[in-house]
């Protein structure tokens, strides 16, 4: 049973989730004075300090095992409102909405298979917090305990963790079907890759050099690249012009089916390995949230002979 104040550490956990005081004071409906009071005496109770007062604020290696603490009460609390419920069904609950269950999801899996599988958890009133990264960094988000479970291409469990393979999703490359026939008309090669721009979600998005290299077996290339940080927004760019885009199969499948947009390396397919992360406890919710996640992947993900 933990011995630290519950609301210190929900005012600590909303402060390096919102940033800053101001946005945790609004976020926990008191003071800014109130918020530095409750964080003074959790880093006195702790005898250091958990916070580093920069521009970004962020926390210190003991406020991140904090901050980690505070996310595992918040995972008893919602495991204890889970059993309450089914023990008393007319209940409505005493959980606070700051109290959120924070997971990592990569963008593109959020866009496809991922939100269907959490349909049911969310109606059923659990706070859900989807955080979005590029699937080669939102393990960092749970190694530094701000989540409780990550979606990663990360193939080995981090410590304290269990993972679970989910499957593999297909990447394609595509173009509009105007953009394809003026400067692709016998498709995307080795010797044309350089003469037009590749829609990437941001600049930690690999996905577009990666199918590049391993399709054509090149050590290295350089692509002129359109940033556009959102899935759905990559594809709008796609069908409207802009140039070629890697993306998943499964979002695109459609516009390809009906010639909208065109997979202008046919022959060609990156296969990008998925994987579930989340703490090693035992806990209702969190086995909820695996179930739910491992199901949707065997159903829509590729899986490995």
């Known amino acids: 049973m933990s011995t630290y104040d519950p609301d210190a550490l929900e005012c600590l956990a ?30 006195a109770q702790v005898g250091t300090v958990l916070i580093v007062r920069s521009r970004p604020l962020k926390p210190t290696p003991a406020g991140q095992l904090m901050l980690k603490h505070a996310k595992m009460m918040r995972l008893l609390r919602a495991d204890l409102e889970k059993d309450l419920k089914e023990l008393a069904p007319s209940s409505t ?4 909405e700051e109290e959120r269950i924070s997971v990592a999801i990569n963008a593109d899996s959020i866009a496809t298979w991922a939100l269907p599988a959490l349909n049911r958890l969310a109606v059923e009133g659990l706070p859900i917090e989807i955080i979005t990264d590029d699937q080669e960094v939102t393990h960092e988000w749970l190694r530094e305990g701000q989540v409780l479970g990550c979606v990663t291409t990360l193939a080995q469990a981090l410590r304290g963790c269990r993972m679970d393979a989910l499957g593999i999703m297909d990447y394609v490359a595509v173009a509009n079907a105007g953009f394809a026939a003026e400067h692709l008309p016998n498709g995307l090669s080795a010797h ?43 594809i709008r760019a796609v069908r409207a012009g802009w140039g070629v885009s890697v993306l998943p199969e499964l979002a695109v499948r459609g516009l390809i089916e009906s010639g909208e947009l065109v997979n202008v390396a046919p022959k060609r397919a990156l296969g990008v390995a998925l994987h579930w992360h989340c703490w090693n406890l035992h806990s209702d919710v969190l086995d909820e949230l695996s179930t739910a996640l491992r199901t949707a992947a065997v159903q829509s993900l590729r899986q490995p002979a």
Request: charged content about 25%.
């Open 14 to 43: 909303a402060i390096i989730e919102e940033g800053g005081f101001e946005r945790a004071a609004q976020r926990l409906s008191i003071t800014q004075s109130a918020v530095s009071q409750r964080l003074r005496a959790l880093e």
């Open 93 to 96: 609950g005493r959980g606070r």
């Open 192 to 234: 044309n890759f350089h003469r037009f721009p590749f829609v990437a979600f941001n600049r930690k998005d690999h996905l577009q050099n990666e199918f590049v290299t391993r399709a054509f077996g090149l050590a290295r290339v350089v692509l002129k690249q359109l940033f556009v940080p959102s899935s759905e927004g990559q």
